[in-house]
């Protein structure tokens, strides 16, 4: 079992620059890959970026190609999504995932087992 809780949500105009973390507890991380979604208001969640165990391998949705970079430190037990650029069409509450199930990465929101609760990004124009 892992626990997981996201932080660094928060309003921001366009153009800037937010870190979203995400802190595991009950379990090591390094046994799960972890991904970042997210969900805007009346739309499905939606895949975002991933990491796998090591962290030597990365996978982003093209909407966030270059603009965001996605990183862990399993010593620590936390991961994080670094956002640069952003644009009011990034607005959604955004989630970490953990899968035990893959070594590099997964796409698809039915193949995370464990979620946090969520931090809101709100992107101004």
């Known amino acids: 079992q892992v626990q997981l809780v996201e932080s660094g949500g928060g309003l921001v105009q366009a153009g800037g620059s937010l870190r979203l973390s995400c802190a595991s507890s009950?379990?090591?991380?390094?046994?799960?890959?972890m991904g970042w979604f997210r969900q805007a208001p009346g739309k499905e969640r939606e895949f975002i970026a991933a990491?796998?165990?090591?962290?030597?391998?990365?996978h982003y949705a093209d909407s966030v190609k270059g603009r965001f970079t996605i990183s862990r430190d399993n010593a620590k037990n936390m991961v994080y999504l670094e956002m640069n650029s952003l644009k009011p069409e990034d607005t959604a509450v955004y989630y970490c995932?953990?899968?035990?199930?893959?070594?590099?990465?997964?796409?698809?929101?039915?193949?995370?087992?464990?979620w946090g609760q969520g931090t809101r990004v709100t992107v101004s124009s």
């Open positions: 009950g379990s090591t991380i390094s046994t799960y890959a």
């Open positions: 990491v796998s165990r090591s962290g030597g391998n990365t």
């Open positions: 995932a953990a899968t035990p199930a893959y070594t590099t990465w997964s796409i698809k929101t039915g193949d995370y087992n464990y």
